[in-house]
Nanobody, 114 residues
Framework: QVQLVESGGGLVQPGGSLRLSCAAS????????MGWYRQAPGKQRELVAR???????NYADSVKGRFTISRDNAKKTVYLQMDSLKLEDTAVYYC????????WGQGTQVTVSS
């Protein structure tokens, strides 16, 4: 059974940084495209960034130039480095395949507040 566990969220001031991690188990991780998604209160879940099996990346316009997605296939982990955080980045962040499938994990809360 595939399991994706997100971690690394927290409370940060505007302009700060956080690094999220997503550890995968029960899957052939290296061949799958992965994505980070987020859901803010009262809004639909949206794709933030994705990375394919040859490390090609793509970002939502709202985070381009501030967020960096990467992966370590040996550790079956995908990361999201978030810099220059803004108030509007506050959300629960999830990882999943791209396109998403299966169950969503619990996510990790990111709160940007002064």
């Amino acid at each position: 059974q595939v399991q994706l566990v997100e971690s690394g969220g927290g409370l940060v001031q505007p302009g700060g940084s956080l690094r999220l991690s997503c550890a995968a188990s029960g899957t052939i991780f290296s061949i799958n495209a992965m994505g980070w998604y987020r859901q803010a209160p009262g809004k639909q879940r949206e794709l933030v960034a994705r990375i394919n099996n040859v490390d090609s990346t793509n970002y939502a316009d709202s985070v381009k130039g501030r967020f960096t997605i990467s992966r370590d296939n040996a550790k079956k982990t995908v990361y999201l480095q978030m810099d220059s955080l803004k108030l509007e980045d506050t959300a629960v962040y999830y990882c999943n395949y791209f396109p998403p499938r299966g169950s969503w994990g619990q996510g990790t809360q990111v709160t940007v507040s002064s």
